[in-house]
């Protein structure tokens, strides 16, 4: 069977995994390590689905035995049972592998860095960025999820012209990753005396958090200057030299960091962010390659892609790439996006079924 011989397959690989787990030469090597430990429980599901498989085919091939070669009335009629019984099982069961079969991308387990930031509309687009902030500050804390700022510009009138943030959580940008691109309000502005609806935007992007063992930084590459941190924070914030400037040599890729008065943990916090930056280039180009096979998924470098409108006067939420409507926008912008998370979840899951046939 099809099925059986792909899983035979994912279960040898399980086995030979879990033997190099054990091999000496592979724990002292953490990198290597680590990708086996990820890929083993990403594995697992599916090693144990195989076996359940397995079971249920037995069963059913007992089952027709007893109904070829039994006599008796009560056996044959306990079997006809026990089919009609196990065959949707074996179905249902069939649908689940063939969604665990699908190529997983190895970045959605990991973290996510979000940046919104308002497009066109003045004032109303910073207000609407301010919006789409609490709303996945809200979604977040319904996943417990952890959300740090790392960067931040205050409109004038309200909410952000840009604002930046990290999400510390299983699986967070896998699932929030369809949130990248334009998304458009239609409403009547704050700051709009007449009473006319307006459309404002503000565009979304979000990229999976590098990991320690993703970007090897080579010191040699790595231009660091420090300076007097300026704003908030006393005297001692302005007399010390605990601002860090770090320019990337390389790819010219320059980022800063004074939230801190220790220079010690403004540098942690800077090479982080450069070696977000520096994954982020390669990843991106991987998103604008994939763009234009799934309509799912926006390229991150594509500010133009229009992916939903939130429609104050109707109480309309439309997402475009899967022409989805929800006429329950006040709870949407309060942060209950979890439907509008798994449909398109569902959608990619169908696109990608489609490239394996």
């Known amino acids: ?23 000496p030469d592979v724990i002292t090597d953490m990198k290597r390590y680590v ?41 044959r009629e306990m079997a006809k049972d026990e089919l009609d019984q196990l065959t949707p099982e074996k179905e249902a069961l069939e649908e689940k592998i063939r969604m665990l079969l699908i190529p997983k991308d190895p970045q959605d387990s990991k973290n996510a860095i979000m940046e919104v930031r308002a497009g066109t509309g003045g004032d109303e687009a910073s207000i609407f960025a301010g919006d789409l902030f ?10 417990k999820w952890k959300i740090e700022i790392t960067r931040i510009n205050e409109g004038t009138a309200g909410g952000y012209k840009e604002i930046v943030f990290s999400i510390t959580g299983n699986g967070a ?44 930084l080579n010191d040699k590459d790595i ?4 300076y007097c941190s300026s704003g908030p924070g006393g005297q001692s914030v ?3 030299y605990s601002a860090i400037r770090l320019t990337h040599i390389p790819t010219g890729i320059v980022v800063t960091c004074q939230d801190e008065k220790s220079q010690l943990k403004n540098l942690a916090k800077a090479m982080k962010e450069l070696r977000n930056r520096l994954y982020d280039l390669e990843y991106t180009k991987y998103l604008e390659e994939m763009s234009g096979k799934r309509k799912t998924m926006v390229s991150t470098g ?43 979840q569902m959608a990619e899951n169908a696109e990608k079924l489609k490239e394996e046939m």
């Open 1 to 23: 069977m099809e099925i059986l011989d792909k899983l035979e397959v994912v279960k040898n690989r399980w086995e030979e995994i879990s033997e190099q787990m054990n091999d």
């Open 35 to 75: 990708k086996l430990n990820k890929d083993y429980k990403d594995l697992e599901p599916l090693v144990t689905a195989y076996k359940d498989y397995k079971t249920i085919i037995s069963n059913i091939d007992g089952a027709k035995e007893v109904l070829e070669t039994e006599k008796d009335a009560d056996f």
């Open 134 to 143: 609490r709303m996945y500050q809200k979604f977040c804390e319904s996943k």
């Open 173 to 216: 940008y896998g699932i929030l990753k369809f949130e990248s691109g334009v998304h458009r309000v239609q409403r009547v502005p704050k700051t709009e005396t007449q009473g006319r609806v307006h459309t404002s935007a503000a565009s979304v992007v979000v990229l999976p958090e590098a990991e320690d063992f993703d970007v090897e």
């Open 223 to 226: 231009r660091k200057d420090t």
């Open 238 to 240: 302005n007399t010390t």
């Open 302 to 344: 594509d500010r133009s892609a229009k992916i939903r409108t939130y429609n104050w006067p109707q109480g309309r939420v439309t997402d475009h790439r899967i022409n989805l409507t929800l006429y329950n926008l006040p709870a949407i912008i309060d942060g209950d996006i979890q439907d509008i998370m798994e449909k398109l």
